[in-house]
């Protein structure tokens, strides 16, 4: 079955960075777009970064733009979000997706908080 794993989140200050990554399995990783999603508290989930099977295309959130990288290495199946210049803002739970056969499949999630 599909499976996504986050790496662990961490506090960071802000202006700091951190690198998360997903770990997937269970379905071709090559040959789909994945994205990373976050909810803060008391909001709807939302669409930070995606890219394309073959990171031949990638998109991010207005909020995000130049401060987060989206990649991917589909030899060991792994899509990764570098954040840098990390605001408060930011906080929230981090979730690696991947939509297929029109079903969206979620991560557990993993926390990011930026306070300092």
């Known amino acids: 079955q599909v499976q996504l794993v986050e790496s662990v989140g961490d506090l960071v200050q802000p202006g700091g960075s951190l690198r998360l990554s997903c770990t997937a399995s269970?379905?071709?990783?090559?040959?789909?777009?994945m994205s990373w999603y976050r909810q803060a508290p008391g909001k709807e989930r939302e669409l930070v970064a995606g890219i394309t099977s073959d990171s031949g295309s990638t998109n991010y959130a207005d909020s995000v733009k130049g401060r987060f990288t989206i990649s991917r290495y589909n030899a060991k199946k792994m899509v990764y979000l570098q954040m840098n210049s990390l605001k408060p803002e930011d906080t929230a739970v981090y979730y690696c997706?991947?939509?297929?056969?029109?079903?969206?499949?979620w991560g557990q999630g993993t926390q990011v908080t930026v306070s300092s």
């Open positions: 997706n991947v939509r297929r056969t029109s079903v969206n499949y």
């Open positions: 269970g379905f071709a990783f090559s040959l789909y777009t």
